[in-house]
């Protein structure tokens, strides 16, 4: 966890400096991206909020989301991603929406991902066609804690990237496609 921090620290001062915010919403990271977000002093101004969602309860609870809504999707996909990232956004009332979905281990998920996998979605402000992006992260272990740190710095990462790809350009994010 202390090597998200820094990281997290330098994402708050670029959201604070550009008057944004990001939600989140996480799975195998088990909540260690909201709580990168939420270690640094003045987290308020710019985390909105997120959940770990990580069972059908909190799909539909947090989510607002139901199997209708996944029409062509499954779990662990950058396009699931993308669509968790599109709904925390909205649902926190965010600028940007961040996701992580994956395996951490030590085994595999059900879908028939290996231990290690992870699929990340960000969502920017601005036009939706250019400012969503995902990504896929595999490991190669099933180091479990191990594996849900590198996820959380991957999904960090992915938005610091952004941040800076917007540069000087507030309210608008990379197009950088899916």
């Known amino acids: 966890m202390q090597s998200l921090i820094p990281l997290a620290e330098q994402i708050g001062a670029r959201l604070k400096a550009r008057g944004e915010t990001v939600g989140v919403s996480?799975?195998?990271a088990g909540g260690l991206i909201?709580?990168?977000l939420l270690a640094p002093a003045g987290a308020s101004a710019w985390y909105r909020g997120g959940g770990v969602i990580y069972a059908a309860p909190a799909f539909r609870g947090l989510m607002h989301l139901e199997r209708s809504d996944m029409e062509g999707?499954?779990?662990?996909?950058e396009?699931?991603?993308r669509l968790m990232?599109?709904?925390i956004r909205q649902r926190v009332r965010a600028d940007w929406g961040l996701s992580?979905?994956?395996?951490?281990g030590p085994n595999g998920n059900a879908y028939g991902d290996a231990a290690g996998h992870?699929?990340?979605g960000l969502v920017g402000p601005g036009d939706p066609e250019a400012c969503e992006h995902s990504l896929t992260l595999e490991t190669g272990h099933g180091d479990r804690a191990a594996n849900m740190v590198c996820f959380a710095e991957a999904a960090l990462t992915c938005l610091y990237?952004?941040?800076e790809s917007a540069a000087g350009h507030p309210g608008t994010a990379p197009a950088r496609g899916p």
């Open 26 to 28: 996480e799975s195998s």
């Open 34 to 36: 909201s709580a990168a």
């Open 73 to 77: 999707l499954r779990s662990a996909t």
């Open 79 to 81: 396009p699931y991603a």
């Open 85 to 87: 990232a599109r709904t």
């Open 100 to 104: 992580e979905t994956g395996a951490a």
């Open 118 to 120: 992870c699929c990340i």
């Open 161 to 163: 990237d952004a941040l």
